[in-house]
């Protein structure tokens, strides 16, 4: 196996004062070019500042993150994020929002004029091209995680790091979304992994599901391989057994094995 | 709205027609009308019960002060007293008898310059106290303290400094109006959500960058809420300014009249004042609300 991605020995820990809390312990894994990696947990324990290492916006304690074996860790357009709750900047219309990724990735490789047309080709790429006067205030929760894919899509990133993108969104626009996700990266061969807590989305997107035990301290409790065929379709994948079999592991992993405790 | 209703209604007003064509509708046109008539209640709404008011209170005022021996003129007197002043703002005799378009546009010189300066600074300054911790730290007890002197107090001191009348005006308005407007800022800046920092970083925009095109952007509610404040200081501060310092002014104009028992130009000046100030208070308002348009909804 080749490593794209690799998390080597990844610690961290949260000091406040005198007290320390240990966060992550010891995150091993390697992530290979065109890959889909999902990363589950119960929330709290950690999958989020495991993105955000990954992305640079948190340093890890201990252990580093290597993209294509040259250490990273600080934040590039090169790993790219789709935040949960969209971040886009509401002062900026769509098409602005996603230009202004572009003008620094872009700055000295593409001319103005290619800029606006990569910018373009990325609002299409997400259906959102006639939306590009708008402000995000003027469009719906759904279009605007589009508008932050398409951001994110277009600063070409080596990794594309997901941040439960679907969760602030409704059941219906969120299996739409996934299955312009599932599409786009079958289209562009995005190495993508995605931090997520919905069992389904889990198993329907992804090559590989890495599950997280409860924190503090957690550790990766298994990696499951979903061996199911490309291009997957939601509707027939109902009643396959493989996938009956991966979500019921899963299923297993996080609510017999690693039950979630609420903090007394 | 209006364009929208309209076509709706043609669209229907035509299907009608090509159902059934025997009856011959002529388009109604109420809608229009209507909106006339609803914009022009609501206006109405928000313009009479003020008029009411106003027109009680100066009746009270000239019904109190039209017996012999009191001691301010009523409302009626006061525009017989002044009606040359209303009439002609525009008149100069040199030296300081000049006419109130003169003396408030030397205040609004004044106003403009200082608070020019207070907005300049107290923006930068907010920008680093709400940026640094330290910066915080240092400054911030420093501002409380000086924040709290009455502007006049520190009229002497500048009078001392800058041994002139004008730069000592314009010190006073920069003093008293930097102050909510470096508060404002700060706040406005530490109140950047991290989402938008965290998208800086992975795009990786640089300081200059980052300040132009998210800074300024995301605290901008904030700024303008400290400009409008430090505007409506302003104007307080400067009245009070000329009265001491002389000259040109509509500070000035006030202290004079009173020296020369002008009680009906007093009264006449301080309608200007109060007429001046809500139209700069409006007007930063305006900018801010233009400025800000799509920033304050998330």
Known sequence: MTAYLKLDHIDKIFTRGAASTEVLKDINLTIEKGEYVSIIGHSGCGKSTLLNIIAGLTGASTGGVLLENREVNSPGPDRAVVF??????????????????????????????????????????????????????????????????????????????????????????????????????????????????????????????????????????????????????????ATNATYLKCRQRVLEFLYERHRFVEAA | MNMTATKIEIEAATTAASAAPVVAMTPKRPPRSEAYARMARETAVRVIPPLVVIALLTLVWELVCRRAGSALPPPSKVFKDTKELILDPFFDHGGIDKGLFWHLSASLQRVAFGYSLSAIAGIALGVLVGQSVWAMRGLDPLFQVLRTIPPLAWLPLSLAAFRDGQPSAIFVIFITSIWPIIINTAVGIRNIPQDYRNVAAVVQLNPLEFFAKIMIPAAAPYIFTGLRIGIGLSWLAIVAAEMLIGGVGIGFFIWDAWNSSHISEIILALFYVGIVGFVLDRLIAGLGKFVTRGTAQN
């Open chain 1, 84 to 237: 949960q709750n969209h971040s886009l900047l509401p002062w900026l219309t769509v098409y602005e929002n996603v230009r202004l990724g572009v003008d620094k990735v872009f700055a000295k490789t593409k001319s103005r004029a290619e800029r606006d047309a990569w910018v373009m080709h990325n609002l299409n790429l997400v259906q959102m091209a006639h939306a590009r006067d708008k402000r995000p205030s003027e469009i719906s929760g759904g279009m605007k995680q589009r508008v932050g894919i398409a951001r994110a899509l277009a600063m070409e990133p080596k990794v594309l790091l997901l941040d439960e993108p679907f969760g602030a969104l409704d059941a219906l626009t969120r299996a739409h979304l996934q299955d312009s996700v599932m599409a786009l990266h079958q289209k562009l061969g995005n190495t993508i992994l995605m931090i997520t807590h919905d069992v389904d989305e889990a198993v329907l997107l992804s090559d590989r599901i890495v599950m997280m035990t409860n924190g503090p301290s957690a550790r990766i409790g298994e990696v499951l391989e979903v061996p199911l065929a490309r291009p997957r379709k939601r509707l027939e994948l």
